[in-house]
């Protein structure tokens, strides 16, 4: 049956009539909800200026908590609130206890932020082994035949950005504990989208910036670190926000915060908080269970047309636990950048990616806009 639009929907999502938007893997609309608090938080700076701030303090700890609770971390100190997924990264790459002749595995599809900055490593004598997935049933065991005694870290997307494929987090995590492997994910293209669990995939890191799946603006991303990982981690950003006595400016001596603050050198992005933390709350209001399930049946659904269709070729994935938000195809007879352009001009926003064209609806997503997508895909 075909998920009911509620009525929270049209309000939270007035998108142009004209247009359907499937690009939340690329940059998503702001919920209603969040558009008005980042406007209502410009509307008091300009009129009351910081005279709020202890309110805004709030708003930021209270996203730290939605954070947590949307990934299951243990605690909302295990989060800290950073620009982007590549700062997230490079914390890692620049913090991490690296011997020379050590090596991180990862995957031959990953999007540049989550290769460059292990690559970047190789001056340090750190080797980047990305296994090749794309002709494989058994992408896991790709990564692991990689592995050997000198890998510190495993560094992965959750789901592929350019084919949408979903890797089983919780057989990696299983994997990379029994041998005392860094567990690195990059889940900017499933948290919000599909259900996040960091203690069931016993993750060491998951960042991702909000602006995908998460329904936030850029630049704020949740970056999630367990407390023994923390440890082991030289620091590469200091200032006076990321100590323990954050607040008292007249004291001399400092130490590092527990907390994943620690990784929050200085002032926090309060635009970018206020706007998140609205997106967060309706994601959580909706309910994962909900919000995943309405965006893999339409996956389910734009797969099975595709496949169905003489002119479209679907190129993600067609096993059911392999599916992800993303879903992504070609027209046989049609180059993929001609019929992106066409689609773009008939008010489609897609993306081109993976040798096609990549739909991301999200759970709001009405089917007639997946199946006049579709068709426009078929006839322009
Ligand atoms: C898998 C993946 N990682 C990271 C990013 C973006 O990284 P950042 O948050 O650093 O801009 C993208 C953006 O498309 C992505 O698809």
Same mark, same amino acid.
């Given at each position: ?17 004209? /247009?359907?938007?499937?690009?939340? =893997? ?32 709030? #708003? ?8 947590? &609770? *949307? ?7 295990? #989060?800290?609130? &950073? ?20 090596? #991180?595995?990862?995957?031959? @599809? ?8 292990? $690559? ?21 065991? =790709?990564? !692991?035949?990689? %592995?050997?005694?000198?890998?510190r870290l495993l560094a992965v997307s959750s789901v592929q950005y350019a084919s949408g494929l979903r890797l089983d987090l919780a057989r990696i995590g299983n994997f990379c504990r029994c041998r005392g492997i860094v567990l690195c994910v990059d ?10 669990? %960091? @203690? ?22 949740? !970056? ?10 030289? *620091?590469? @950003? ?5 100590? $323990? ?10 130490? %590092? ?25 309706? /994601? ?6 909900? %919000? ?5 049946d339409n996956t389910a659904f734009m797969s099975a047309l595709i496949h169905e269709s003489e002119e479209l070729e679907l190129l993600s994935a067609h096993a059911a636990s392999r599916q992800s938000g993303i879903v992504v195809f070609r027209r046989r007879d049609r180059d993929s950048a001609v019929l992106h352009e066409a689609l773009r001009l008939h008010g489609v926003q897609c993306a081109?990616?993976?040798?096609? #064209? ?16 579709? @068709? ?5």
């Amino acid at each position: 049956m075909a998920p009911m639009c509620t009525p929270a929907d049209d309000v939270e999502f007035p998108l142009l009539p004209s /247009l359907i938007h499937l690009n939340h =893997a690329g940059v998503s609309p702001w919920p209603r909800r969040s558009a008005d608090a980042v406007c209502a938080f410009a509307r008091e700076n300009q009129q009351q200026g910081s005279l709020a701030y202890p309110k805004w303090l709030r #708003i930021e700890s209270e996203l730290r908590e939605l954070a947590a &609770l *949307l990934i299951n971390a243990p605690h909302a100190d295990d #989060i800290a609130l &950073l620009k982007n997924t590549s700062e997230g990264l490079s914390f890692i790459a620049y913090g991490f206890p690296w011997q020379q002749g050590d090596n #991180i595995v990862s995957v031959d @599809q990953e999007f540049p932020s989550n290769r460059i900055v292990w $690559e970047s490593l190789a001056t340090e004598g750190v080797e980047l082994r990305c296994a090749a997935i794309g002709m494989t049933d058994d992408p896991e065991q =790709a990564l !692991f035949d990689l %592995v050997d005694e000198r890998t510190r870290l495993l560094a992965v997307s959750s789901v592929q950005y350019a084919s949408g494929l979903r890797l089983d987090l919780a057989r990696i995590g299983n994997f990379c504990r029994c041998r005392g492997i860094v567990l690195c994910v990059d889940a900017i293209q499933s948290i919000g989208a599909l259900r996040t669990d %960091v @203690q069931a995939i016993q993750a060491d890191v998951v960042v991702a910036d909000g602006h995908k799946w998460m329904l936030g603006p850029e630049g704020v991303a949740i !970056f999630y670190t367990t407390p023994a990982l923390r440890e082991r981690l030289r *620091l590469t @950003q200091y200032g006076w926000h990321m100590v $323990e006595h954050s607040g008292d400016f007249e004291r001399r001596d400092w130490t %590092v915060a527990r907390s994943a603050r620690r990784f929050e050198c200085g002032s926090p992005n309060m635009l970018g908080i206020h706007g998140l933390h609205a997106s967060l709350g309706l /994601l959580l209001e909706v309910g994962m269970d909900e %919000v995943e399930h309405r965006i893999l049946d339409n996956t389910a659904f734009m797969s099975a047309l595709i496949h169905e269709s003489e002119e479209l070729e679907l190129l993600s994935a067609h096993a059911a636990s392999r599916q992800s938000g993303i879903v992504v195809f070609r027209r046989r007879d049609r180059d993929s950048a001609v019929l992106h352009e066409a689609l773009r001009l008939h008010g489609v926003q897609c993306a081109l990616r993976g040798g096609g #064209i990549r739909y991301s609806p999200h759970y709001y997503t009405e089917r007639p806009q997946l199946s006049r997508a579709l @068709q426009l895909a078929r006839e322009l």
